[in-house]
């Protein structure tokens, strides 16, 4: 049975960092892409980051420089780390994954096989 599993929100300051890690089960994380995407109230989903098999890795421009996507495939686990934290980076944040990942740069939330269930960041003074 194919899980990922998010983990790491909270609610923080502004200028404040979290990791968020996405654990993995039930296929070869090495045959996947991983994307990350984020939901805010009200607003549509938005891709933040992705990360490939040949580990390339793309951001949105509203976190690129703040953020950044690793992986261990050893662990199954895939890892956002958020730095200066801003209040409109507040959402709940998505992993999912990917097996044939054919575009070039952020994958888009239509590619996506396998879903989580979430895991909410807020950032508030």
């Known amino acids: 049975q194919v899980q990922l599993v998010e983990s790491g929100g909270d609610q923080v300051q502004p200028g404040a960092s979290l990791r968020l890690s996405c654990v993995t089960s039930?296929?070869?994380?090495?045959?996947?892409?991983i994307g990350w995407f984020r939901q805010a109230p009200g607003k549509e989903r938005e891709a933040v980051s992705s990360?490939?098999?040949?580990?390339?890795?793309y951001y949105s421009d509203s976190v690129k420089g703040r953020f950044t996507v690793s992986r261990d495939n050893a662990k199954n686990t895939v890892y956002l780390l958020m730095n200066s934290l801003k209040p409109e980076d507040t959402a709940v944040y998505y992993c999912a994954a990917a097996r044939y990942a054919l575009v070039f740069g952020l994958l888009p939330s239509s590619l996506m096989d396998y879903w989580g269930k979430g895991t909410l960041v807020t950032v508030s003074p």
């Open positions: 990360i490939k098999g040949n580990d390339s890795k």
């Open positions: 039930g296929f070869t994380l090495d045959d996947y892409a």
